[in-house]
Each structure stands twice: as structure tokens, then as C-alpha cells.
């Protein structure tokens, strides 16, 4: 497949590209400056002008999203002003299949009680800039019109693949805090190529 991946520089990002190259995809690495992945395929372009992303996606069979903040404690729009850039682009250069990282902050059930009642809630008023801008971008990308898969991601480690996690549609995965980053990729990987993941946010953790 062709394969667009935002945020190609970053940790995640990085490994998406990587390990789609190692599946034998045609992977186009979009970065926000020249110090990208380093392969050659690389399209230099401000996530946030539809107009400068659109010639990297055109052709391709799907988007992965994998930007996020810089600063998980300052006050930011990027999730949910790169999602809306990206679905203008896609809408231009005529893909239709999606797939964004999320976080699992967003899933309103399937927690354990003390998760509930006080981790939650704590994490999200330390990271309250981060979980108001992902909480922000989810219902543009759900009303975007597009193929999109939704991956709520716990928080993510750069430990070594397991190879396993659990999944859970539209909820959290119970006791599932963290994730690394490879079996994060190898996750949204799969999803590419699942029809059954289109129109579901999929929460995925260990």
C-alpha cells in the first residue's frame, strides 16, 4: 500500500514509517522540517495548510496521524487543528482512509472504580491543555465524512514489542495503562488494512 504518515519525525510516528517500510508499504513521511526520517520520502509541509499536505497524499491508499504536542502542560490546538488540516487535504487529493492517534482519556467507560473516581481525573487536570485538544479533535475526525479509526492509546513506553494487548471498542481497556510505542504502530498497521475498524475508536493497552 501507499501510506501518508503525519508526524513521521516524532517517536511514534518514526516507527509507523518504519515498520510499514519493513511490511514492503510505500511510505511518504510528512514533516514539519527538513530533519525528518531520513529515507528520501520524505515531504517537508506544515501539518496545519491542507494546501502544502495534499501533493504528499495524493495517491495514497490511507493517513495515519501520529502528532501530538510538544508540551503535554501548555495550552494547545495541534491535535485538532492537524486533524482538521489533514481531512481538507484528504479531501483534496482524494483518500478516503484515516486513522488517528488518540488517548484512552477519552473513553467514558470501562475503567476500574479507583481509575474512575480519582486517576482519571487527575491526570486530566494536570494534562487538561492535552485532553481538551484531544478531546476537541475526536468529533472532527468522527464527523469528517472519511474511512477513520479512532486509536486511544494509554501511556506509551519505548520499551520492546510484546507482540499482544487487548482492545476494546468505544470504552477503555480495564487495567490497560500503558503500551509501548512499537506495538502501538504494529497496531495501527493492522488497522490500515482492517475494514472492520472503520467508524470505531479502538482503546488498545496492555
Known sequence: MKLAVLGASGRTGALVA????GRGHHVTGVVRTGNGTGTGRDHVA???DPEALAPAFAGADAV?????????RKPTSVLVDSATSAIAAMRLAGVRRLLVVSSSATAESGD???????VKP??????RHAWADVSAMEPVVRASGLDWTLVRAPMLTNGPARGRYRVQEERSVLGGLSLSRTDLAAFLLDRVEDPESIGKALS???
Open 112 to 118: 476500574t472504580p479507583v481509575v474512575a473516581a480519582l
Open 18 to 21: 518504519h515498520l510499514a517500510r
Open 64 to 72: 495515519v496521524s501520529a502528532i501530538g504536542p510538544r508540551s503535554a
Open 122 to 127: 487527575l491526570l486530566c487536570s494536570v494534562f
Open 46 to 48: 506544515d501539518p496545519l
Open 204 to 206: 488498545v493497552a496492555y
